[in-house]
């Protein structure tokens, strides 16, 4: 098939001008063709996409002017339009094979890499199960000296019941009624069916826990299926609604156009086509839940206010948590709740809030901010709720800062028969949170020193200066003593010496005195270790620290530590006179 190809220039010649008409039209063409291209900035030789737009605008508008020779340049038009799709058809092929000649041409470096990273996880997997093993033998000695010693607790066990003792709440008559004792056995019994449905309906075993677990996340996979199939079905209804009313309206008109013909003018008006596309088509991109979702969320805020309102506070609590796409799982909701107030033989609405809120947030799949969480932490301590604060922290999804580990830490001081519950869960939050220095205090102040000394050789961030403010913060001397030994054939961190000194000058006496009790104690032989594998004390800063101990009270350390530094190869002691030939190894 031949191929016409029509090349408009602005300085060809123009045929023989037939009409006035023609003429006007041409110059018209000329220029909107000079117009157009200074427009959109484009010459002959590119971009080819705006030129190519120009003059087929300019063909079209052509091919309605003329009338003798319309179908002739309609036939060029449609080859050159195919043409021209043809050239751009290749170009986009030729970029796709471009890309996937790169893809190929990387393949090898790939395959090394992932060969590479496929050895370094098998070789972790090794280690993690090797300790994975050793940690199960540990567990399974505990759980059988566990099970002997609560064995032992049994036989030994024994109950006094003195039949002396006063029934409580009831008077020596009443005790020595038998219609009284038996009402009041009558109460006992309703009392203890009553708790025992209770627990029944309140708790359910741990082993269960799994299964509900399960069982939840099916119902949410139900819950979001449903919920896609009623927006589907929602819009199909909507366009078959639209559709049928363009029907009826085609079929009220005079019917002379095709009812595909009147749908593409209906769209024009409208303006809901674009570039020659159908009205199903169009339809078919809409989305119906985007154009209810604010009336939605309008109900869903007004019926949570209902039950508010209503005083309904676990219900709503739920209700809130719940919300589609989080509206009242933020502040403003929980400001709400804490207006409720105390309520008297209830539970507090501010508790059965978090308690929604954060037993629903690994469900969620969406961890609940800084500020509700600290929030949260603070309400469960304020209301003695120990047990939830615990579990909010090691299952649920939360958002930890230090301020939260902080207020954790206040509580343990005020309550120190849960001191140790309340450090383990703030060192958590400061490990979390990259708060290193916190995290080794919290461990120190438990009583964990080995742990604390495996955490910072693990952890490697820590400087001299942070350990020397560690050490200020809890002077204990057995943590002392492991920063300034060896620790697993690894250099000393610190230098008892310089630590000593610092106590005492910076007024922390009593911590240095109890430090050179201790060493004194120790005798010669620990205080000799401590100066052999020091690091970063000089001759005369040991100097310093006897004349310290010297003033202190305590003379025969004072004198361990000259003895020791006279014993040091290269040290001499300079006489009283202060004459010293320096020079004498020399001659000799």
């Keep these: 098939m031949a191929v016409h190809e029509i090349t408009i220039n602005k300085h060809a010649i123009l045929p023989p001008i037939i009409s006035n008409c023609d003429k006007e039209f041409l110059e018209r063409m000329q220029r909107y063709i000079i117009v157009e291209t200074e427009r959109v900035g484009c010459t002959e030789e590119g971009p080819a996409d705006e030129y190519f737009i120009i003059y087929r605008n300019v063909f079209d508008k052509i091919i309605e002017h003329v009338t003798a020779y319309k179908r002739v340049l309609t036939s060029i038009k449609q080859e050159y339009d195919s043409f021209i799709e043809t050239i751009k058809k290749g170009q986009r092929n030729a970029l796709y094979l471009h890309g996937k000649l790169k893809v190929l041409a990387a393949e090898p470096t790939t395959l090394i890499y992932h060969r590479k990273r496929a050895a370094q996880l098998e070789a972790k997997i090794r280690v993690i199960k090797a300790n994975s093993l050793k940690i199960q033998m540990q567990l399974s000695k505990l759980r059988q000296l566990r099970r002997k010693c609560s064995e032992d607790e049994i036989k030994n066990l024994t109950t006094v019941v003195n039949p002396a003792r006063p029934i409580p709440g009831m008077t020596l008559e009443e005790s020595v009624d038998l219609d009284t004792l038996d009402e009041y056995l009558i109460r006992l019994e309703e009392k203890y069916e009553e708790v025992k449905n209770y627990s029944l309906v309140k708790y359910i075993p741990h082993m269960r826990k799994t299964d509900l677990d399960e069982e939840t996340v099916r119902a949410l996979r139900r819950r979001d299926e449903a919920e896609a199939l009623n927006n589907e079905l929602r819009f199909r209804h909507r366009k078959t609604e639209m559709v049928s009313n363009a029907f009826l309206s085609w079929i009220k008109s005079d019917m002379s156009v095709s009812f595909q013909d009147f749908v593409i003018q209906l769209s024009k008006t409208q303006r809901l086509l674009q570039d020659d596309q159908t009205l199903i088509e169009e339809l078919l991109e809409e989305d119906p839940h985007k154009a209810k979702e604010a009336e939605v969320l309008l109900d869903y805020i007004e019926r949570f206010n209902e039950l508010f309102t209503n005083g309904e506070y676990e219900s709503a609590a739920i209700f809130a948590v719940n919300s589609p796409r989080g509206i009242l799982r933020n502040m403003a909701t929980m400001k709400k709740f804490r207006s409720a107030g105390k309520i008297k033989g209830k539970t507090l609405p501010l508790l059965l809030f978090f308690e929604a809120l954060f037993s629903t947030s690994r469900a969620a799949r969406k961890s609940v901010n800084a500020q509700l969480t600290v929030e949260g932490i603070k309400c469960g301590l304020a209301e003695k709720r120990l047990d939830l604060v615990i579990h909010w922290v090691t299952r649920?999804?939360?958002?930890?800062?230090?301020?939260?580990?902080?207020?954790?830490?206040?509580?343990?001081?005020?309550?120190?028969?849960?001191?140790?519950?309340?450090?383990?869960?703030?060192?958590?939050?400061?490990?979390?949170?990259?708060?290193?220095?916190?995290?080794?205090?919290?461990?120190?102040?438990?009583?964990?020193?080995?742990?604390?000394?495996?955490?910072?050789?693990?952890?490697?961030?820590?400087?001299?200066?942070?350990?020397?403010?560690?050490?200020?913060?809890?002077?204990?001397?057995?943590?002392?003593?492991?920063?300034?030994?060896?620790?697993?054939?690894?250099?000393?961190?610190?230098?008892?010496?310089?630590?000593?000194?610092?106590?005492?000058?910076?007024?922390?006496?009593?911590?240095?005195?109890?430090?050179?009790?201790?060493?004194?104690?120790?005798?010669?032989?620990?205080?000799?270790?401590?100066?052999?594998?020091?690091?970063?004390?000089?001759?005369?800063?040991?100097?310093?620290?006897?004349?310290?101990?010297f003033q202190q009270g305590f003379g025969s350390l004072s004198n361990d530590i000259i003895s020791i530094l006279r014993s040091q190869e290269g040290v001499s002691e300079i006489p009283a006179d202060g004459e010293v030939n320096v020079m004498e190894h020399v001659f000799w």
């Design 396 to 549: 649920q999804k939360l958002t930890f800062s230090e301020h939260a580990g902080d207020i954790i830490c206040q509580y343990a001081e005020k309550e120190p028969y849960h001191k140790s519950k309340c450090l383990a869960l703030a060192q958590i939050i400061y490990h979390e949170c990259g708060l290193h220095k916190k995290a080794v205090l919290c461990l120190c102040k438990q009583g964990q020193i080995y742990g604390a000394m495996e955490y910072i050789q693990q952890c490697k961030d820590f400087s001299y200066d942070d350990l020397m403010n560690i050490v200020v913060m809890h002077p204990q001397v057995e943590f002392i003593y492991c920063l300034t030994k060896p620790w697993k054939e690894k250099q000393p961190l610190l230098s008892i010496c310089r630590i000593i000194l610092h106590f005492f000058a910076n007024g922390m006496k009593k911590a240095g005195l109890n430090l050179l009790s201790e060493l004194a104690k120790d005798g010669k032989k620990t205080m000799e270790e401590f100066m052999t594998s020091d690091l970063f004390c000089s001759l005369t800063d040991w100097q310093d620290l006897a004349n310290l101990c």
